[in-house]
């Protein structure tokens, strides 16, 4: 079975910094798909970027960014000129194919001002 | 991607009684799922929801307890059936385009149980 791990529960950064936020995984597959989501205090979750197992070119998305490092098994997502509405759960997720995600236990990330 | 509704977004529901959660998604999909998230913790699937067919439960969740319907390819509902304070949590539905392999999640329903 698939885990996902996040080992930063919460981080705290001011306005305009860059953060990051780490993720390892652990799976025996070779195709698969890695995610993070976002969570605001509205609940809603929102897809923040998306990365395909199969391709080495780490995803970017504006200020977001990953480092993806297959052997190692390891995720991170890379916040630029963090903002106010950055704040947020940011949650880690495993996937393979049309199946269900499984996800990291969150890290709640506050921006300040 | 899909625009997605749940209806309702909250509810307060008494212990021992029932509550019904509607997915409704603007486009046809092949894929929805329904994932429970309780308080402070990450999300866990329930089950995925197949059209025309019976839904497909995670272990620790049984059709008995989380009766789900999926009547056609933009609807889905999930009942939590004789609630306990335990069932307080959110329930977000997700739905996957076909050839897509990314889930878009709905706004969720946030769950209070007395």
């Known amino acids: 079975a698939q885990t996902v791990t996040q080992s930063q529960p919460e981080m705290s950064v001011q306005e305009a910094e860059t953060v990051t936020l780490s993720c390892t995984y652990d799976?025996?597959?070779?195709?698969?798909?890695l995610f993070w989501y976002k969570q605001p205090p509205s609940r809603q979750m929102i897809l923040v970027i998306r990365?395909?197992?199969?391709?080495?070119q780490n995803a970017t998305e504006n200020r977001f960014s990953v480092n993806f490092q297959k052997a190692a098994k390891s995720f991170s997502l890379k916040i630029s000129d963090s903002q106010l509405g950055d704040t947020a759960m940011y949650f880690c997720?495993?996937?393979?194919?049309?199946?269900?995600?499984?996800f990291g236990q969150g890290t709640r990330l506050t921006i300040n001002p | 991607s899909a625009v997605i509704s749940q209806k309702p977004s909250r509810d307060i529901c008494q212990r021992g009684t029932s509550l019904t959660i509607q997915c409704q998604v603007d486009?046809?999909?092949?894929?929805m799922f329904w994932y429970r998230q309780q308080p402070g913790q990450s999300l866990t699937l329930i089950a995925t929801?197949?059209?025309?067919?019976?839904?497909?439960?995670e272990s620790g969740f049984v059709i008995d307890k989380f009766p789900i319907s999926r009547p056609n390819l933009t609807f889905s509902t999930l009942t939590v059936s004789n609630m306990s304070p335990e069932d307080s949590s959110i329930y977000l539905c997700?739905?996957?385009?076909?050839?897509?392999?990314?889930?878009?999640f709905g706004p969720g329903t946030r769950l209070t149980v007395l």
């Open positions: 997700s739905v996957e385009e076909t050839g897509a392999d990314t889930q878009y």
């Open positions: 799976t025996s597959e070779n195709n698969y798909y």
């Open positions: 990365q395909e197992a199969y391709k080495q």
């Open positions: 997720a495993f996937m393979k194919g049309a199946q269900k995600l499984v």
């Open positions: 486009s046809q999909v092949t894929m």
């Open positions: 929801a197949n059209q025309g067919s019976e839904a497909t439960y």
